[in-house]
């Protein structure tokens, strides 16, 4: 049993708007400096500089068909030319085709000097020695130009620009082997509480299994951060305070998940007003009420968010993801929003903006969103299947089945 902290006048909180609370978390910290990472490790980092390609792409005029290499001056149905040459794939040679001649050549094989024109193989015999023509193509037929697709010095990437599979292989192709891109912001996830008991242990009355940590992490990767620590304490301010002060010396932003709303153990609410600088918020929005944000005393900034599970899951969504997007430099923070039909009727608290998790499916072309798992910030069940979080204005306290909704599209990630 632990003895109940004396009661004491709640301290003063902030009253914000979602969007005002998540332009205040966007501004503690922009993009962070630049590194250099080989391709293989910068899939879902974001550019720090244009990149402007190094060579031509294709380099030379390259063919796009297995055939022969000819000028298409010399064709005529039933003619019949003579093979002087065979450039497979990869023949370094600089071979030049005489008037009256073709050259046989494989896709992706440069196109002599000379030719202008490649006919495919299915338009001949097919000789080796001597090819009969059967059918004729013009000038310029399957010959892919030097240069056609980009040009060297040109830029093909901007900073800002976030490095998906086709990024990664355009660089590649332009001659880049190693590339310049914002460092991901490294995360530390603080989960408070003494009824916490680890997954996979037995638990006793009165204890839960952790999972905000877990939940946490994996949003925090899925947005591009490198997560550096999982941390879980019980409720003890001086607990919490060097908890909060070995994390920070590690990561660009601690995120903690609990004890920030008005109960007598709200320990991480007590820990960051007793140190630092630090702001408890009551934010109108419905999960997500108390929230704390502030800076610790080595400069980091902290994210204290509510310990109910589906409450942290859309805070992570709404205030953390925005500014670890900021952090690895990418132009757009925000998830994309759609406009869905409601599947079902929803109620909504007055004067707080509820974002209420939901499925997305699509009836004939039309995005339809159907909440899932219901209102209350405990119900884990459904939270697995969201993929959607719908939005319902601040104001707007019923909509019918069928009404269009604004919905916050969760299926993207980015690491
Ligand atoms: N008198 C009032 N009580 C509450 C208010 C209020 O305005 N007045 N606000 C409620 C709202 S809204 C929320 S949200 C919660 C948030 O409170 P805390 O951030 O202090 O969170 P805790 O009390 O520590 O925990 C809430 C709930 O979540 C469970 N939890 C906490 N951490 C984890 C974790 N890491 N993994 C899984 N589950 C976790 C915890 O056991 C509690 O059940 O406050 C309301 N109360
Ligand atoms: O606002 Mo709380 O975040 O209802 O669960």
Redesign the pocket.
Known sequence: MVDAPAGAALPARSVRSLDEHAAAVLALAGPLPAVTLPLAAARGSVLAADVAGAVDLPPWDSSAMDGYAVRAADLRPGAVLDVVDDVPAGDTRSVRLPPGAAARLMTGAPVPDGADAVLPVELTDGGTARVRVEDVVAAGAHVRRRGEDVRAGQVVLRAGDVLGAGAIGLLAATGHARVEVHRRPRVAVL???S??VAPGEPLQHGQ??????PQLAAAAAAAGAEVVAVAVVHDDVAVVREALAGLAARADVVVT???????AY?VVRDALLAGGDAQLVHVRMQ????QAVGILPDGTPVLAL????V?SFVSFEVFVRPLLRRMLGARQVHRRTLTASLATEVRSPAGRRQLLRASLGWTTGTPVATPVGGPG??LLGALARADALVDVPEDVTHLAAGAPVAVIDLREHDA
């Open positions: 989960s408070t509480g009824e916490l839960i299994h952790e999972s905000n940590g998940t609990g004890g920030v709303s008005v109960g709200d999960p997500g009420k108390p509510p310990g109910n599970p409450s910030s405990h």
